[in-house]
């Protein structure tokens, strides 16, 4: 399960809708707690350049390394860790695809917001896991309730 407050699931819209006809992406930072770290909430979200060639931004985006290792240290700095990311999805369903599996990491959360015709129109989160052979949907909450999928 993952927390992301309201305010914070309508960053992610808001995000995918400006970045449309292409995809989004950004680092979520909170804290983990658990045996397997299967509670996750998120404090603060940092919006990421798509360093994805621009030709392939409409279906495909890139965190890259420098990117990675900046939001580290601004987790750190703030005392908390990287416990996913997000994406959009522009005119396809919020549901990780081949290519997202293929690249993505066990542990941490996979928020992916659909944007249809450029309005936000569902929020999911997936956990890939350990063996990498699926993204099982996680929840998604706010702190007293559970967010609708449609935004």
């Known amino acids: 399960?993952?927390?992301?407050?309201?305010?914070?699931?309508?960053?992610?819209?808001?995000?995918?809708?400006?970045?449309?006809?292409n995809e989004c992406c950004g680092v979520i930072l909170g804290t983990i707690v658990g045996e397997n770290g299967e509670e996750r909430t998120a404090a603060e979200l940092l919006p990421?350049?798509?360093?994805?060639?621009?030709?392939?931004?409409?279906?495909?985006?890139?965190?890259?390394?420098?990117?990675f290792m900046r939001s580290e240290l601004e987790a750190a700095k703030r005392g908390l860790e990287i416990v996913g990311f997000y994406h959009s999805h522009p005119n396809a369903p919020a549901k990780p695809s081949q290519y997202d599996q293929?690249?993505?990491?066990?542990?941490?959360?996979?928020?992916?917001?659909?944007?249809?015709?450029?309005?936000?129109?569902?929020?999911?989160?997936?956990?890939?896991t350990l063996d990498r052979s699926a993204f099982l949907e996680e929840t998604i909450a706010l702190p007293n309730a559970t967010f609708p999928t449609n935004l």
């Open 48 to 67: 990421i350049e798509n360093a994805r060639e621009a030709s392939e931004q409409y279906h495909r985006f890139v965190i890259t390394a420098e990117d």
């Open 1 to 21: 399960m993952i927390t992301l407050s309201a305010a914070q699931q309508r960053a992610i819209a808001a995000h995918g809708e400006k970045a449309f006809p």
């Open 102 to 128: 293929d690249h993505a990491l066990p542990f941490y959360s996979y928020a992916i917001v659909s944007v249809l015709d450029g309005k936000a129109d569902a929020l999911t989160s997936w956990q890939l």
